[in-house]
């Protein structure tokens, strides 16, 4: 049963950007009021994401200091317990997940948040609240950059450079069900035996950014390396979703190397929109982001004869229905998820930039 729902409720409320310490929780935050095409739902578990620390620490500040206080979380798994005038997908006492919006200033980082119910789907059986809150956020993210925008098709070659990132492990198991001839990436030292195991990729399909020396000895210093070492044959589509860090530097020139001249697809997951808008606003913002991804296509085309685009999750009925699907159908694998008390929010935020978790923390009101 849904129970009675109350009027004020906890959160985990962030009033000003900063460090972790920034985000505490409050005991009388209003349970939100629902529009007409939303439901109520009783949050079970509700992922931390890296997004979630960036914004905390000022990460598109023009953007989404207006919105503050924030509250935040942007991947839901819980029960419908109130609904909108027009929501009729799922009757009360309903299990479901799903991503609220990246721009949503009340998120699930709390007991109840309103959702839209189109950006929900039942929630698979055979996972816990804590698995499916792991999921929606990064395999929306991963397939509206693998078929929307790179529209990956079956038979074709995939590369990823972050294997051991959510959206990697997802963006593997999506690419697999819609039939991709073969996959292969970078991985981080810690994530690499995770990866092999959960995944099926095999060691000659992985290059270890951050060791020097591969598994049989070898000397690969670069993902263009490994590329030549394994003999790995030209991909059809790169997806980046490490960008131009320390780690990876040019990162990007490297992936459309590896690319079928005049065929292939690369597409990054960081691109300068949400930076331009939160440094000059929306409109500027947007102006400069179209400019800069236009001068980067041009470059790409001239230089490497590929095509080049940024990717940004964007809600997606349709996907989210089948994401649920997929996972109903064991085809999705679940990350790896460490769960802490809505309580313990800050310390979530800390281990998040901290890197040490290998896969999602996930918050339990």
Not at 168 to 174: E, F, H, K, P, R
Not at 194 to 223: C, Q
Not at 239 to 260: F, M, P, Q, W
């Amino acid at each position: 049963m849904a129970g009675r729902v109350p009027s004020t409720m906890r959160a985990a409320v962030v009033r000003a950007f900063g460090g972790p310490e920034v985000v505490r929780v409050a005991t009388d935050v209003p349970v939100p009021r629902l529009a007409p095409d939303e439901v109520l739902v009783r949050v079970a578990a509700a992922s931390v994401s890296p997004l979630d620390a960036r914004v905390r620490a000022g990460y598109a500040r023009a953007l989404y200091a207006p919105m503050l206080p924030l509250i935040l979380g942007r991947d839901v798994s819980g029960e419908v317990v109130a609904r909108g005038d027009n929501a009729r997908s799922f009757p009360i006492g309903a299990q479901v997940f799903g991503a609220l919006s990246p721009v949503q200033p009340r998120g699930a980082h709390a007991e109840f948040v309103a959702v839209t119910e189109a950006h929900l789907a039942p929630k698979p059986t055979t996972w816990t609240h804590a698995q499916a809150a792991a999921v929606p956020f990064a395999a929306l993210t991963a397939w509206r950059a693998l078929f929307t925008d790179a529209h990956l098709k079956k038979g074709e070659r995939l590369l990823i450079n972050g294997l051991g990132s959510t959206v990697g492990g997802l963006a593997v198991s999506l690419a697999r069900a819609r039939g991709a001839a073969a996959v292969a990436g970078s991985v981080g030292k810690r994530s690499r035996a995770r990866v092999a195991e959960s995944l099926g990729i095999e060691n000659d399909h992985m290059w270890t950014y951050d060791e020097k020396n591969a598994h049989d000895g070898s000397v690969l210093k670069s993902l263009a390396a490994a590329a030549e070492h394994f003999a790995w044959e030209p991909f059809d589509v790169a997806l980046d979703l490490v960008g131009d860090g320390k780690k990876s530097k040019n990162s990007e020139r490297t992936l459309a190397r590896l690319l079928r001249r005049g065929q292939g697809r690369l597409v990054t997951a960081h691109g300068d929109l949400a930076r331009l808008v939160g440094e000059f606003g929306v409109a500027r913002g947007a102006a400069a982001a179209s400019v800069e991804l236009a001068r980067k296509k041009v470059l790409f085309r001239v230089n490497e004869d590929v095509s080049y685009t940024w990717s940004v999750m964007r809600q997606d009925a349709e996907a989210m229905r089948r994401i649920g699907e997929y996972a109903c159908e064991g085809v999705l694998v679940p990350p790896f998820v460490e769960t802490m008390a809505l309580a313990d929010a800050a310390d979530a935020h800390r281990a998040t930039e901290a890197g040490t978790t290998p896969g999602k923390i996930v918050l339990e009101p």
